[in-house]
């Protein structure tokens, strides 16, 4: 085995990764630094800092991104109204690499040569940290523990545990609990009983959103305020980008609003069945869609659309720090200069939908589409020659089609 000088683990305090920690001390006897972030998981992380302690180690970081995390990673998704397979908001995936940007930050500071993670070797979590770690800094090594040691079961980890004074969790010496990764963005649910696509999820998966039946039965109206392509304020009141998302996961969370129930096709090549809630981001989504119907110029808006799928993919892949990526988000954030203004929506058993819209660099013209008589010259003759014109080879095609 390579000699390993310092490790810097990605550690959550939950069991896998506290197992991790031992196992890279005991195989490398190396010094373990432990990185956790706070992403707005809504765990208490000061436990954390008790569980490394008691594993001995002595540099112990825990860090709070829930800025950084939407100002840099969620709002520029949502500039190009990202979807993966069409549905798919990306919540775990667009989390990996700012925590790989952190680890990587960490390593150098604190002159490790590796830096390790909890990601299983079926997943996509392992493509996007390491992935992200070899664009940020090729002599970075990565360990990924799920992948190397020969624990192979669920068993094997609890009586490592056991072994090693680990404590576990009474909740998971019965029953496994569900593969669980959460954020501000959202919260994804996958394993057990949901590895059955068949079988329809139980209630009890939904953590951040009421069932839209259970949602109150008056509408909530809310209004969103854009500046340049990002959200800026909830109801006339301005917020950072992360207070932001909050008000607007309990909003969304009260409403039943951004459940999903997915199969999708992970990159390693399996399909994979989860439940995710994205309150937040599936009313961020339909509203930056709203001021961009009016502020975007058509061909721009189209454009846009086009090379989402690929944008997404990018993500959902891993490929967030490459150039392909970047290029695309120059791109898309050109396209924001003027996405601004205000969208009005109702919140209603499950669904978000804009009423009203409205902006200073607006490019609807009510004069020009109006129905009645206007003042703006519009030659009704130009729609005809119009129509003649792209009518022409149609004519042609359908002559000879004997039609
Ligand atoms: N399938 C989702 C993705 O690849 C979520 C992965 C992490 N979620 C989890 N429950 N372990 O982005």
């Known amino acids: 085995m390579t000699k390993i000088e310092k490790i810097v683990l990605s550690y959550s305090g939950g069991l896998d990764t506290s197992i991790i920690l031992k196992w890279l001390q005991e195989t490398y006897g190396c010094e373990v630094v432990t990185f956790t972030a706070d992403l707005g998981q809504g765990e208490e992380l000061e436990a954390v800092r008790a569980k490394a302690e008691m594993s001995g180690?002595?540099?112990?970081?825990?860090?709070?991104?829930?800025?950084?995390?939407?100002?840099?990673?969620?709002?520029?998704?949502?500039?190009?109204?990202?979807?993966?397979?069409?549905?798919?908001?990306?919540?775990?995936?667009?989390?990996?690499?700012?925590?790989?940007?952190?680890?990587?930050?960490?390593?150098?500071?604190?002159?490790?040569?590796?830096?390790?993670?909890?990601?299983?070797?079926?997943?996509?979590?392992?493509?996007?940290?390491?992935?992200?770690?070899?664009?940020?800094?090729?002599?970075?090594?990565?360990?990924?523990?799920?992948?190397?040691?020969?624990?192979?079961?669920?068993?094997?980890?609890?009586?490592?545990?056991?072994?090693?004074?680990?404590?576990?969790?009474?909740?998971?010496?019965?029953?496994?609990?569900?593969?669980?990764?959460?954020?501000?963005?959202?919260?994804?649910?996958?394993?057990?009983?949901?590895?059955?696509?068949?079988?329809?999820?139980?209630?009890?998966?939904?953590?951040?959103?009421?069932?839209?039946?259970?949602?109150p039965d008056t509408p909530e109206i809310i209004t969103i305020g854009f500046e340049r392509g990002d959200p800026v304020s909830v109801n006339g009141k301005a917020m950072t980008p992360a207070a932001l998302l909050t008000e607007l996961n309990g909003l969304g969370g009260r409403h039943g609003i951004g459940r999903l129930d997915l199969v999708e096709n992970r990159f390693i090549g399996m399909k994979s069945r989860g439940i995710y809630e994205t309150p937040g981001g599936t009313i961020l989504l339909t509203a930056h869609r709203g001021i961009e119907s009016i502020t975007l110029d058509r061909a721009a808006a189209h454009l846009k659309d086009e090379i989402m799928p690929r944008y997404a993919e990018l993500i959902y892949n891993g490929f967030w720090f490459a150039p392909e990526r970047e290029m695309l988000q120059a791109l898309i954030d050109h396209s924001q200069a003027f996405v601004s203004g205000e969208v009005t929506l109702r919140l209603y058993k499950g669904s978000a939908s804009v009423i009203s819209r409205a902006s200073p660099c607006s490019l609807y013209s009510a004069d020009l589409v109006t129905f009645e008589e206007s003042a703006i010259a519009f030659d009704h003759h130009d729609a005809e020659g119009f129509i003649r014109l792209n009518g022409l080879r149609l004519r042609s095609w359908a002559a000879r089609n004997g039609r």
Not at 100 to 127: I, P, S, W, Y
Not at 133 to 145: E, G, H, M, Q, W
Not at 188 to 213: F, I, M
């Open 57 to 215: 180690v002595k540099d112990i970081r825990i860090v709070d991104l829930r800025e950084e995390f939407v100002r840099d990673f969620v709002f520029p998704m949502l500039r190009a109204n990202a979807l993966y397979e069409g549905q798919y908001l990306l919540g775990s995936s667009i989390a990996r690499p700012l925590i790989a940007k952190h680890l990587v930050g960490l390593a150098r500071e604190v002159g490790a040569d590796a830096v390790a993670h909890g990601a299983t070797g079926k997943g996509n979590d392992q493509l996007r940290f390491e992935l992200a770690v070899n664009a940020l800094d090729p002599s970075i090594k990565v360990i990924a523990p799920w992948r190397k040691w020969n624990i192979r079961s669920r068993m094997q980890l609890l009586e490592y545990a056991e072994k090693h004074r680990i404590p576990v969790p009474s909740d998971k010496r019965g029953e496994a609990p569900f593969s669980i990764d959460a954020n501000l963005l959202h919260t994804s649910t996958e394993g057990k009983s949901l590895e059955n696509p068949a079988e329809v999820a139980p209630d009890h998966v939904y953590q951040r959103t009421v069932d839209p039946v259970d949602a």
